[in-house]
Structures are given as structure tokens and as C-alpha cells.
């Protein structure tokens, strides 16, 4: 145990400068960087999607710009590029990467974050766990994980990076982690911002229904207790606007819903009796 507590120490001094937080609007999470050019792999639902600006905090509370690029919103994995020009030529401290193609339960980690948010008098704080299950899209762990730390990262005992928090269980101790490897199967399509797949359990959903074949996006139905009611949308309400995107039918309505994540606070711009209203949803999950 000694031994275990002595490269805990060593894994959590070069993990510190390597995990950083990620803050996109009001949302908060983790990510760490991985190469000297500022790559940043995190979780799909903390990047949210494609394109939008993101705050990086490094452990010593430097801020730094970064944007979004793709998303495999199928394993929850998401990678963020620190924006150039901000290191004055330097490298950004980054992780080693491991593979986890031969994970086998029982096999201690060390996982960092900020969990309940970022603290710079505190950093980010490592735990030590085992890993319990080991499967194709997932690694399940008993590391003490909570809100905040999704997106941070997962080393093996050597202090490669094995895996990134996905899903917080219920139980602190009983946690999903995407396996690092996905990120290299699929870091083309990633580094391209493309974002494809849905996470079961977070299918985004706005609540209303309409007439695909109509040629605006009419509100034909706000179904009770959704978020579309939440926000005030209203029947025969005609949305143009949802977020960044211009909405010409209802087609392109749901598109724009798909395309974000459960949490997202948008805003959205409709035609009522001749008028333009703005509401803010904020998008909820499928049960």
C-alpha cells in the first residue's frame, strides 16, 4: 500500500498540469490535454457540440480560449483545440497516452478532475479505484467520482491515460469512462468537427411535435411537462430561430435539437401573432 500511495503521488504531480477544466456557457466539466499542440479530449456532453467557445482553466488558474471540434456522441467522446497564439510558442503540458485494449477488471487507476467545480485553491484532486467491468464502448470503475469531474481524466498505475469520465453513476463509487482508444479510431472525423451517434440516456428533447410537409416550423403540439413548455413555447408558435441556426421548416427543427446535448440553455426565436418572441430552453433528456 505504501508503494501504491508513493506512485499515486507521482501520477497526480504530472496528471495536475494536464487536467484542466472546460467551461462552455453555465456548464461546467474536465478534459485534459493530450498533445503539446493543445488537442483536448473530454466528453461529448460536457463539449456539447461542434464550433462553440470554450473556457480553459489550468490548474494554476491561467485562462486560456479554445472551441469545439467533433464529437462520437455514441461513446460520449468529444475533443476541444486550445485556440493558437495564446502559449507564446511554448508546448502545453500534456498526458502519455495508453491504450485500453488490455484493460482487464481488477487493475488499479488513478482519476483526477474538479469535482463540484473548479477550486484553484485546491486544484484538481486524484482518486484511486479499481477497474470493475472492462467493455467494448465502457470502463466501469469504483473511483469516488462526482459532479464536475465528467470530461477528466483516467491513468493506469504507470500514469498512462487509459480512459476520460463519462457517466457519474448514482453511486459515487460505480462510474463510466470512455476508452482512449475510441479517440484514436475515430480522430479524423473528430479533428474534422463532425459529430455523429446518440448516448443512450441522453437524447436530447425539446417537447413539441409538428407537420414535417408544412413549410414553417409550426408548433402543432407542446407536450405537458416538457421543456418546450418550461420555456413558454406556445401552439402555432413559428420558430425561425434555434441557437446559431436558422430554422426553415420543422424538419430543420428537429435537426437543430439532435444536434444538441440534454442541460443546453438555447435560445430561441419564434413568430406569435405576427410578432418575434424570444424564449430560452433549456433542453431535457429522453427517460
Not at 467533433?70 to 461513446?75: E, H, K
Not at 441556426?245 to 419564434?270: C, N, Q
Amino acid at each position: 500500500m505504501r508503494l501504491l500511495e508513493k506512485q499515486q503521488q507521482q501520477v497526480s504531480r504530472l496528471a495536475r498540469d494536464c487536467t484542466v477544466s472546460v467551461q462552455i456557457g453555465a456548464a461546467q466539466g474536465c478534459g485534459v490535454i493530450i498533445t503539446d499542440t493543445g488537442y483536448i479530449l473530454t466528453a461529448a456532453h460536457v463539449a456539447m457540440r461542434p464550433g462553440k467557445s470554450a473556457v480553459i482553466r489550468m490548474s494554476n488558474g491561467r485562462t486560456v480560449m479554445a472551441t469545439t471540434l467533433g464529437m462520437n456522441r455514441s461513446v460520449d467522446a468529444g475533443l476541444i483545440k486550445i485556440n493558437d497564439g495564446q502559449n507564446e510558442g511554448q508546448p502545453w503540458p500534456h498526458a502519455t497516452l495508453g491504450t485500453s485494449d488490455k484493460l482487464v477488471p481488477g487493475m488499479w487507476c488513478i482519476a483526477t478532475g474538479h469535482p463540484g467545480g473548479y477550486d484553484r485553491d485546491r486544484g484538481p484532486v486524484t482518486r484511486v479505484g479499481r477497474i470493475l467491468t472492462v467493455r467494448p464502448d465502457a470502463i466501469v470503475t469504483d473511483c469516488a467520482l462526482i459532479g464536475g469531474d465528467s470530461g477528466g481524466p483516467l491513468f493506469d498505475i504507470e500514469g498512462r491515460l487509459i480512459a476520460v469520465h463519462s457517466r457519474i453513476g448514482n453511486d459515487v463509487a460505480d462510474n463510466l469512462h470512455i476508452p482512449v482508444d475510441h479517440y484514436d479510431i475515430s480522430w479524423k472525423r473528430l479533428a474534422a468537427s463532425e459529430a455523429w451517434g446518440v448516448l443512450p440516456g441522453f437524447r436530447p428533447v425539446l417537447g413539441v411535435s409538428g407537420n414535417q410537409s408544412e413549410s414553417v416550423a409550426r408548433v402543432r403540439e407542446v407536450k405537458k411537462g416538457s421543456p418546450a413548455e418550461d420555456a413558454g413555447l406556445l401552439v402555432d408558435d413559428i420558430v425561425e430561430r434555434f441557437g446559431d441556426v436558422k430554422v426553415s421548416d420543422f424538419g430543420s427543427l428537429i435537426k437543430a435539437v439532435a444536434d444538441t446535448m440534454p442541460g443546453e440553455r438555447v435560445e430561441v426565436w419564434v413568430n406569435r401573432n405576427n410578432q418575434r418572441v424570444r424564449v430560452v430552453v433549456e433542453i431535457g433528456r429522453e427517460d
